[in-house]
Protein backbone atom coordinates (compact mmCIF):
# COMPACT_ATOMS: atom_id res chain seq x y z
CA UNK A 1 0.00 0.00 0.00
CA UNK A 2 1.37 3.76 -0.77
CA UNK A 3 1.37 6.25 1.44
CA UNK A 4 0.36 10.45 0.70
CA UNK A 5 3.03 12.70 2.71
CA UNK A 6 0.41 16.17 3.94
CA UNK A 7 0.91 19.02 5.97
CA UNK A 8 -1.34 17.31 8.40
CA UNK A 9 0.84 13.83 8.19
CA UNK A 10 1.40 10.64 6.25
CA UNK A 11 -1.76 8.66 4.68
CA UNK A 12 -1.86 5.50 3.71
CA UNK A 13 -3.72 5.56 0.07
CA UNK A 14 -5.23 2.11 -1.72
CA UNK A 15 -4.94 2.27 -5.53
CA UNK A 16 -7.50 3.52 -7.63
CA UNK A 17 -8.83 1.60 -10.53
CA UNK A 18 -10.09 3.86 -14.27
CA UNK A 19 -13.08 4.26 -12.58
CA UNK A 20 -12.43 5.77 -9.45
CA UNK A 21 -12.65 2.61 -7.17
CA UNK A 22 -10.76 1.22 -4.55
CA UNK A 23 -9.35 -2.26 -5.21
CA UNK A 24 -6.76 -1.26 -8.21
CA UNK A 25 -7.24 -3.42 -11.30
CA UNK A 26 -9.23 -6.37 -9.14
CA UNK A 27 -12.88 -5.74 -9.34
CA UNK A 28 -13.85 -7.63 -5.47
CA UNK A 29 -11.48 -4.74 -3.71
CA UNK A 30 -8.68 -6.85 -3.24
CA UNK A 31 -4.89 -5.78 -3.99
CA UNK A 32 -2.56 -8.22 -5.93
CA UNK A 33 -1.57 -10.11 -2.83
CA UNK A 34 -5.26 -11.15 -1.86
CA UNK A 35 -5.66 -8.52 0.73
CA UNK A 36 -8.98 -6.81 1.05
CA UNK A 37 -8.56 -2.91 0.63
CA UNK A 38 -9.42 -0.98 3.84
CA UNK A 39 -10.31 2.17 4.93
CA UNK A 40 -6.89 4.69 5.26
CA UNK A 41 -6.08 4.97 9.32
CA UNK A 42 -7.57 7.67 10.80
CA UNK A 43 -5.64 9.59 14.02
CA UNK A 44 -6.66 7.09 16.18
CA UNK A 45 -4.88 4.20 14.36
CA UNK A 46 -1.65 6.07 14.87
CA UNK A 47 0.30 5.55 18.21
CA UNK A 48 1.08 8.36 19.96
CA UNK A 49 4.84 8.34 19.09
CA UNK A 50 4.57 8.77 15.89
CA UNK A 51 2.05 11.57 15.51
CA UNK A 52 4.39 13.59 17.99
CA UNK A 53 7.26 13.20 15.53
CA UNK A 54 4.81 14.15 12.77
CA UNK A 55 3.75 17.15 14.81
CA UNK A 56 7.34 17.71 15.71
CA UNK A 57 8.52 17.75 11.70
CA UNK A 58 5.25 19.30 11.00
CA UNK A 59 6.44 22.11 13.43
CA UNK A 60 9.93 22.12 11.78
CA UNK A 61 8.69 22.89 8.27
CA UNK A 62 6.57 25.27 9.91
CA UNK A 63 9.03 27.17 11.19
CA UNK A 64 11.49 26.98 8.27
CA UNK A 65 8.75 28.26 5.87
CA UNK A 66 8.39 31.64 8.20
CA UNK A 67 12.13 32.21 8.62
CA UNK A 68 12.04 33.03 4.66
CA UNK A 69 11.23 36.34 2.95
CA UNK A 70 7.67 36.04 1.49
CA UNK A 71 9.13 37.07 -1.77
CA UNK A 72 11.50 34.15 -1.95
CA UNK A 73 8.65 31.63 -1.25
CA UNK A 74 6.63 32.96 -3.42
CA UNK A 75 9.56 32.78 -6.23
CA UNK A 76 10.06 29.36 -4.98
CA UNK A 77 6.29 28.72 -6.20
CA UNK A 78 6.44 31.41 -9.39
CA UNK A 79 10.11 28.55 -10.28
CA UNK A 80 7.73 25.92 -9.91
CA UNK A 81 5.10 26.86 -12.12
CA UNK A 82 7.52 27.85 -15.02
CA UNK A 83 8.90 24.10 -14.19
CA UNK A 84 5.24 22.34 -14.58
CA UNK A 85 4.79 24.51 -17.56
CA UNK A 86 8.16 23.36 -19.19
CA UNK A 87 7.43 19.39 -18.51
CA UNK A 88 3.96 19.76 -20.02
CA UNK A 89 5.47 21.44 -23.11
CA UNK A 90 8.39 18.74 -23.19
CA UNK A 91 6.01 15.91 -23.64
CA UNK A 92 4.95 14.59 -26.92
CA UNK A 93 3.24 15.74 -28.07
CA UNK A 94 2.83 18.67 -26.19
CA UNK A 95 0.25 18.81 -23.39
CA UNK A 96 -1.06 22.36 -24.15
CA UNK A 97 -4.07 22.95 -22.01
CA UNK A 98 -2.14 21.43 -19.10
CA UNK A 99 1.06 24.08 -19.69
CA UNK A 100 -1.67 26.74 -20.56
CA UNK A 101 -2.58 26.98 -16.55
CA UNK A 102 1.02 27.32 -15.23
CA UNK A 103 2.11 29.76 -17.88
CA UNK A 104 -1.41 32.12 -16.68
CA UNK A 105 -0.83 31.48 -13.41
CA UNK A 106 2.83 33.02 -13.43
CA UNK A 107 1.33 36.01 -15.61
CA UNK A 108 -1.35 36.70 -12.81
CA UNK A 109 0.89 36.97 -10.15
CA UNK A 110 3.63 38.59 -12.70
CA UNK A 111 1.12 41.52 -12.97
CA UNK A 112 -0.47 41.46 -9.68
CA UNK A 113 2.73 41.76 -7.58
CA UNK A 114 4.85 43.65 -10.26
CA UNK A 115 8.15 45.08 -8.69
CA UNK A 116 6.89 43.60 -5.30
CA UNK A 117 8.87 40.12 -6.88
CA UNK A 118 12.44 40.22 -6.63
CA UNK A 119 13.98 39.92 -10.29
CA UNK A 120 10.10 40.93 -11.49
CA UNK A 121 12.08 41.82 -14.87
CA UNK A 122 14.00 38.24 -15.24
CA UNK A 123 10.81 36.87 -13.83
CA UNK A 124 9.24 38.74 -16.96
CA UNK A 125 11.77 37.77 -19.44
CA UNK A 126 11.37 33.92 -18.64
CA UNK A 127 7.67 34.28 -18.72
CA UNK A 128 7.76 35.74 -22.53
CA UNK A 129 10.30 32.96 -23.51
CA UNK A 130 7.43 30.39 -22.03
CA UNK A 131 4.81 31.81 -24.03
CA UNK A 132 6.96 32.27 -26.71
CA UNK A 133 7.43 28.31 -26.55
CA UNK A 134 3.79 27.52 -26.03
CA UNK A 135 3.05 29.43 -29.51
CA UNK A 136 5.57 27.23 -30.98
CA UNK A 137 4.50 24.09 -29.76
CA UNK A 138 1.68 25.01 -30.57
CA UNK A 139 1.92 25.66 -34.38
CA UNK A 140 4.28 22.27 -34.46
CA UNK A 141 1.68 20.26 -32.52
CA UNK A 142 -0.91 21.79 -35.63
CA UNK A 143 -3.53 22.61 -32.69
CA UNK A 144 -3.41 26.23 -34.10
CA UNK A 145 -5.53 28.86 -32.74
CA UNK A 146 -7.62 26.00 -31.08
CA UNK A 147 -5.50 25.08 -28.30
CA UNK A 148 -3.86 29.12 -27.70
CA UNK A 149 -5.61 31.38 -25.76
CA UNK A 150 -8.89 33.12 -25.49
CA UNK A 151 -7.15 36.14 -28.15
CA UNK A 152 -6.17 32.80 -29.97
CA UNK A 153 -2.88 34.06 -29.25
CA UNK A 154 -1.79 31.80 -26.75
CA UNK A 155 -1.69 32.09 -22.86
CA UNK A 156 -2.48 35.16 -21.15
CA UNK A 157 -1.83 37.13 -24.81
CA UNK A 158 1.22 35.18 -25.83
CA UNK A 159 2.31 37.10 -29.16
CA UNK A 160 3.17 35.34 -32.19
CA UNK A 161 7.67 35.66 -33.11
CA UNK A 162 8.06 38.81 -34.56
Not at 129 to 153: C, T
Request: glycine letters at 10%; zero cysteines; proline letters at 10%.
Amino acid sequence: MSSLWTPSGEHLVSPVDQAGEPGGDSPDGVLGGGEPVTARPTAADIDPETAQAMEEQLRQAQEQLISMPAAQVVMNHLIGLFELAALHLRRDPPALDEARLPIDAVSVLLDGLGDRLPESEAVATALQQMQMSFVQASSQDGAGPASAGPDGAGPAGAAEPE
